[in-house]
C-alpha cells in the first residue's frame, strides 16, 4: 500500500467504499490524515468501520475545516446529477479528488522519477495496459500495474527509483485527477461510452484529453476523428506526441499493418516488428494496442529490438481475444468482455472462418452493425434473453441455432466445426451483450466458457493455450 501523506494531520471526508474506496480510505489513515469515510450501502460503511476507520455521515458533519473531499470514480460528478457528497463539497469550497489524484501527488512527493505510464481510450486500454506492463517485465525492470485494470492505485507498491508504474484510467478516474502528470500518456481511441456520466461526447473527449496533456510524452492514437483532433491540438501546444494506429499507414509515428510493426519518420518508414503469428496479438485492433505499447517503451528510450523480442510471449488479457486452447484446426476464443456490438467486431474482424456464439441481455442497437462481418461467419450459435431478437437480424444471412445456455452452445459449435475442413476455424464467444441475464459478470462468463471447452472431448491433439 502507498500510504496518502499530502493529508497528514489534515481532515479528509471520502464518499464510496467500495474495493477502491475502502483501499484509499485505509491510504489516507496510514498517512496520518483524519479521515471521515460514508457511503449510500449501509453495509459497506459497517465494515469500514469493523476495519477501525472513522465513519460519519457526511450531511451531518462540520464542513468548516475539511481540506478534500475524496471521491470514488464510480459516484457522479457531474452527470446525470452531481451526488449529494459533491454538492455539500463544491458549497464548502474543498477539492474534490479521487485515488489516482492521490498516487500522483504522492508519487511526485516521494520520487518523481519513477516513470509512470498511463493509459486511456474507449477500447483496447485494458489489453494495452497488460502489454505494456509485461514487456517492461521482459526487459528485467519492476513494474506495479493496477488501476482501472483491477489492482487499485493505492494499492500498488510506494514509488522509489528505477520502479515503473502502468496505470489504466477510465475517464471517471481522469476526471478526478486534476494534476495527472505521467511520464508517458497513451490516448488509444474515442467512441460514444459512458456519456450518461459526461453528458456530451465533446465533454468525454475533452476528459481523455487531460491524460495525454499532461504526460511529458503523448502517444496518441489516430485511427478516429475526435482522437487524431487530440493529436493535433498537442502538437500545437508543442507538446511531444507520438502518433499510433492500427488502420492506417503514417508518415511519422509508429503503425501497424498486415502483421507487421512499423516507424516512420518524415515519410520513411522500417519495420521494427513482427505481430503475426502472436494469437494475443491478432486484428487491427490489437496492431493500434501493440504500436502504442512499443511507442511508451521507446519514449522510455528501451531498445527496440528488445521490445520486439518480448511481444512474442505475451499470453494477452483474460477474456479479451483470450486463445483457450486449439484443438488440431480449431481454436476456442474466449472473447467475454465483448458486451457490446462494437467490442465484438474487434474480435470478428480477427478471423476468416468463424463459429459464433452470441447473446445475453442486448445493448442497444443490438447486432445489427455488425454486417459486415457476417460473410466470415459460418454459423451462429445463440444464448441468452437476446437470442430471438438476433434471430431475427441474422434470418436469412446466416445459419444460426438457439443453443439455449453456454454450454450447450460450445456443444454444438464444436460438433459442427469438426466437420469444417478449412485450414483454421475459429470457435468465438464474442457475446455483443452483458451477460447479466445468465451471470453476474463477464468474467464468470469468459470461466464458464473455459469450463465448457475443457469438458468437450479431445481428439489427442489438444494444445493447451491458456
Sequence with gaps: MIPVTTFENRKVALFGLGGSGLVTAHALKDGGADVVCFDDNSSR?????????HTQDLREMDWSDVVALVLAPGVPLTHPVPHWSVDLARGAGVEIVGDVELFC????????????IAITGTNGKSTTTALVAHLLRELGLDVQIGGNIGTPVLELQPPQPGRHYVVECSSYQIDLAPTLDPTVGIHMNLSPDHLDRHGTMENYAAIKERLVAGAKVAVVGVDDLLSSAIADRLELARKPVCRIAGEKELTSGIYARHGRLFEAHDGTQSEVALLGGIDSLRGDHNGQNAAAAFAALRALELPAAKIAAAMKSF???????????KQGRVLFVN???????????RALSSFDRIYWIAGGRAKAGGISSLDEYFPKIVKTFLIGEAAED??????????????GTLSQAVIDAAEEAAEDEAEEIAILLSPACASFDQYPNFELRGAAFVDAVRALPGDGNTQEVA
Design 45 to 53: 460503511v459497517e465494515q469500514a468501520a469493523a476495519e477501525g476507520l
Design 105 to 116: 501527488r504522492e508519487r511526485r512527493k516521494l520520487c518523481p522519477s519513477a516513470p509512470l
Design 315 to 325: 499470453p494477452g488479457l483474460h477474456h479479451r481475444m483470450e486463445i483457450v486452447t
Design 335 to 345: 472473447d467475454s468482455k465483448a458486451t457490446n456490438a462494437d467490442a465484438a467486431a
Design 390 to 403: 438476433f434471430a431475427k437480424t441474422l434470418d436469412g444471412r446466416v445459419p444460426y441455432k438457439i443453443s
